[in-house]
């Protein structure tokens, strides 16, 4: 009875003694993370030619008014109407300031004949320095108000100072007006904004060597004409990455274009160079103590340390470029980076099948 009490004591402690080890092996037994990993490498984009859809817009719109105040006797008011350069588009009745012209002429040329005379007499010291100053001041405002009267019949015609449409009209024919009330808005025909969104990317690739073509096609033609780059806005739209862009090209003679129309803009640059790039998911990105890292994954070792890297423009993927710190050949981690140590043993999540539709199995 003993010996068999003996022998299941010793049983017992083995048992014991196997759970214990068992549990202390499972205690030490190292958890290794699963991580995403990417390989990144250094992408190649040559800028040939781009094209955008675009719309053509007036290039101003000017209001225009009279100087001096009256009725008016002459309107060109039918919206739609082309005029030319040089062209009278309203005048007002020139009754009184014809009047005008001739009252002031004859005090100016009084005064004027005087001035004349006086200037030979003080000359001779014949008269004192005071009476001619009274003599030449009289001349200078009667000269003064003769200008003023021409310049004020010259206001009374409004003539287009660049070839044109008149987009509105505000006044009616023989109202009066004061100066300064708007008359009419006329639109520039010499030539034409042409506005188009660009992305990001595509926007920093233009140089000095890019050429702007806007096409245009009518009665089943198409036509080329060349513009030139008037600025790229720096602010991005609300609802995508992209900038606006505006060309301004000259009014062509074959064709009749109109402000409002829609048509494309060609970018294009013979410039043979390609741009190289490297660029990472911002997932992949982590800070510490103000400075920016990444985590690299060692295959032979099935570990991760950190590189340091500097970031430049973003992408219009939402991806970031590194402009320092890799070399564009790296596997690096791109989920879960905050929560990772250094040379931490992690091992590599597979990725999900092809076939598997929505990553849910």
């Not at 699963?34 to 094209?51: D, G, H, L, Y």
């Not at 019949?153 to 004061?178: L, M, Q, R, W």
Request: aromatic fraction near 8%.
């Amino acid at each position: 009875m003993t010996r068999i009490f003996k022998n299941c004591l010793i049983a017992l402690c083995l048992i014991s003694l196997m759970i214990s080890c068992k549990d202390e092996t499972t205690i030490h037994k190292k958890k290794v993370r699963p991580v995403r990993i990417e390989k990144i490498s250094k992408s190649q984009q040559q800028f040939n030619k781009i094209n955008l859809p675009a719309s053509v817009n007036e290039l101003s719109d000017t209001k225009l008014s009279f100087r001096v105040g009256g009725p008016i006797v002459k309107l060109n008011d039918v919206v739609g109407n082309q005029v030319k350069k040089g062209e009278v588009i309203a005048q007002l009745d020139q009754r009184d300031f014809k009047i005008g012209i001739e009252a002031t002429k004859s005090s100016y040329e009084l005064a004027k004949a005087e001035y004349e005379r006086y200037k030979n007499l003080i000359e001779k010291e014949s008269i004192s320095q005071s009476a001619f100053d009274q003599i030449e001041t009289r001349y200078k405002i009667t000269k003064t108000n003769y200008d003023a009267a021409l310049n004020a019949f010259k206001d009374t015609e409004i003539k287009a100072p660049f070839a044109g449409y008149i987009h509105n009209v505000f006044v009616n024919n023989f109202e009066s007006v004061a100066p300064g009330h708007p008359i009419i808005s006329l639109l520039d025909m010499s030539k034409y904004e042409i506005n188009a969104w660009i992305s990001v990317i595509d926007a920093s690739k233009i140089n000095n060597e890019t050429k702007y073509t806007c096409i245009v096609k009518q009665e089943g033609k198409e036509f080329r004409i060349a513009g030139k780059l008037k600025e790229i806005g720096n602010k991005t739209s609300i609802t995508k990455q992209s900038l606006p862009i505006t060309i301004i090209i000259d009014s062509p003679k074959d064709i009749k274009l109109r402000a409002g129309t829609t048509t494309h803009l060609e970018l294009s640059t013979n410039n043979s160079q390609i741009a190289s790039y490297i660029q990472v998911p911002p997932s992949s990105i982590f800070t510490k103590n103000n400075i920016t890292y990444v985590w690299v994954f060692n295959e032979k070792t099935n570990t991760v340390s950190s590189k340091e890297v500097s970031t430049g423009k973003i992408f219009g993927n939402g991806n970031l470029e590194i402009t320092k710190g890799l070399k564009g050949k790296e596997n690096i981690v791109t989920a879960g980076v905050n929560y990772l140590f250094e040379n931490q043993e992690v091992k590599k999540m597979e990725e999900y099948s092809k076939s598997n539709i929505g990553n849910k199995l």
